[in-house]
Nanobody
Framework: QVQLVESGGGLVQPGGSLRLSCAASVNIFSISTMGWYRQAPGKQRELVATITSGGRINSVDSVKGRFTISRDSAKSTVYLQMNRLKPEDTAVYYC??????????WGQGTQVTVSS
C-alpha cells in the first residue's frame, strides 16, 4: 500500500508564488518517476511537470521558466515551486508517482487558486 500526502495549495494573487509538496510512503528505490498534474473544472487532467529517478525533468510549455520541480530522495518527496502564477494556473493539483514495475499512485489533490 503506497499513499501520497500533498500540501501547499492556497489562494494567491497573480504574480505570487506557492510551493507544493508530496510525500510518498515508499522507499525511493521503488520509484521510477514523480510528478504533478492539474485539472481545472470542466477540463481534462494535464501533465505539469515530472522528474525521473535519473533526474531528467519534463514540463508543459505553459509553465517553463515559472515552475520548478525537484525531489528529496531521502524523504521520497517531490516539490513544485510555482512562481509568477497566472489565473490560468488555477486548478486542483495532483501528485503522481510511478513505481518500478509500472503501477501508479495519485495524491488526494490540493487546490491552487490564482485571483485578484
Amino acid at each position: 500500500q503506497v499513499q501520497l500526502v500533498e500540501s501547499g495549495g492556497g489562494l494567491v494573487q497573480p504574480g505570487g508564488s506557492l510551493r507544493l509538496s508530496c510525500a510518498a510512503s515508499v522507499n525511493i528505490f521503488s520509484i521510477s518517476t514523480m510528478g504533478w498534474y492539474r485539472q481545472a473544472p470542466g477540463k481534462q487532467r494535464e501533465l505539469v511537470a515530472t522528474i525521473t529517478s535519473g533526474g531528467r525533468i519534463n514540463s508543459v510549455d505553459s509553465v517553463k521558466g515559472r515552475f520548478t520541480i525537484s525531489r528529496d530522495s531521502a524523504k521520497s518527496t517531490v516539490y513544485l515551486q510555482m512562481n509568477r502564477l497566472k489565473p490560468e494556473d488555477t486548478a486542483v493539483y495532483y501528485c503522481n508517482v510511478n513505481l518500478i514495475g509500472g503501477s501508479a499512485r495519485w495524491g488526494q489533490g490540493t487546490q491552487v487558486t490564482v485571483s485578484s
